[in-house]
């Protein structure tokens, strides 16, 4: 089966930056679309970012369109998250998750899901 592994977070300053990044391992799946959702506590899970791993075409959240780009290395099969101006209320646990057949802004559509990786925005 699949395993997805995010790193690259931590602790950053209002207005800094970020890169995740999610290795997955194991099973090939057959989708195309990769993603990128938060949740921080007591909140429901957020979708922020897609990539279409075959073409690289991407979506977003309207709340971070300006500010994140979602990137693929198909050799490493890996995928990216940069954050940039990142603000105290995006402090949150961010997963990578793979989709299945659906909408793709809903959790329940994604298959298979990383543990998570903590981004701490400071003000």
């Known amino acids: 089966q699949v395993q997805l592994v995010e790193s690259g977070g931590g602790l950053v300053q209002a207005g800094g930056s970020l890169r995740l990044s999610c290795a997955a391992s194991g099973r090939t799946l057959s989708s195309y679309l990769r993603g990128w959702f938060r949740q921080a506590p007591g909140k429901e899970r957020e979708f922020v970012a897609v990539?279409?791993?075959?073409?690289?075409?991407?979506d977003y959240s309207d709340s971070v369109k300006d500010r994140f780009t979602i990137s693929r290395d198909n050799a490493e099969n890996t995928v990216y998250l940069q954050m940039n101006s990142l603000k105290p209320d995006e402090t949150a646990l961010y997963y990578c998750?793979?989709?299945?057949?659906?909408?793709?802004?809903?959790?329940?559509?994604?298959?298979?899901w990383g543990q998570g990786t903590q981004v701490t925005v400071s003000s």
């Open positions: 990539i279409n791993w075959r073409s690289g075409l991407a």
């Open positions: 998750a793979v989709a299945g057949v659906g909408d793709y802004r809903l959790p329940s559509t994604y298959i298979s």
